[in-house]
């Protein structure tokens, strides 16, 4: 029974050494796994590993772009909204005349928040390898807030 557990310690060595070099690193560390002292049989394992952070990596790098552009592209309607609001405050533009300039400003600021929103959700089912075919109608309309599509006309 000793020699058994012996030999079933030592088999596993790597093993135990691999998962606890993944345990150690720190978090959003996605550096690829070093192979130098693998043992032949976990090589696939530890490729499969690299591909996964590697893939990983590059989705959240591309969330990171998108939500540096997203608060970019929304900051001036928030700005432009914000001086809307403290000229009505003043008394600079008649009431009726301002909430009409405010509400513009929130639709344009809504239609571009969908768009962006669209824009993700058409490049996250494009890096999806295995996604099939892309509704892009469906795609598009779905973070406009328009639910149910099954009422809508062919795509011309």
Do not use: C, W, Y
Not at 117 to 137: H, T
């Amino acid at each position: 029974g000793v020699v058994v557990v012996v030999v079933v310690q030592r088999a596993t060595r790597p093993v135990r050494q691999l998962s606890a070099e993944l345990q150690a690193r720190p978090e959003g560390d996605l550096t690829p796994l070093s192979a130098v002292n693998a043992p032949r049989e976990l090589l696939p394992l530890v490729e499969a590993t690299n591909g996964v952070m590697a893939r990983l990596d590059h989705l959240l790098a591309h969330q990171k772009r998108f939500v540096r552009d997203a608060s970019h592209q929304l900051r001036t309607p928030l700005a432009v909204l914000k001086t809307q609001v403290q000229s009505a405050l003043r008394g600079d533009a008649e009431p009726q005349q301002a909430l009409q300039e405010i509400g513009q400003t929130v639709d344009r600021a809504t239609l571009l928040a969908n768009q962006m929103l669209a824009l993700a959700k058409v490049e996250q089912l494009r890096q999806q390898q295995d996604s099939g075919v892309l509704d892009l109608v469906e795609a598009v309309l779905e973070p406009a807030g328009h639910g149910v599509l099954a009422e809508r006309e062919p795509f011309r």
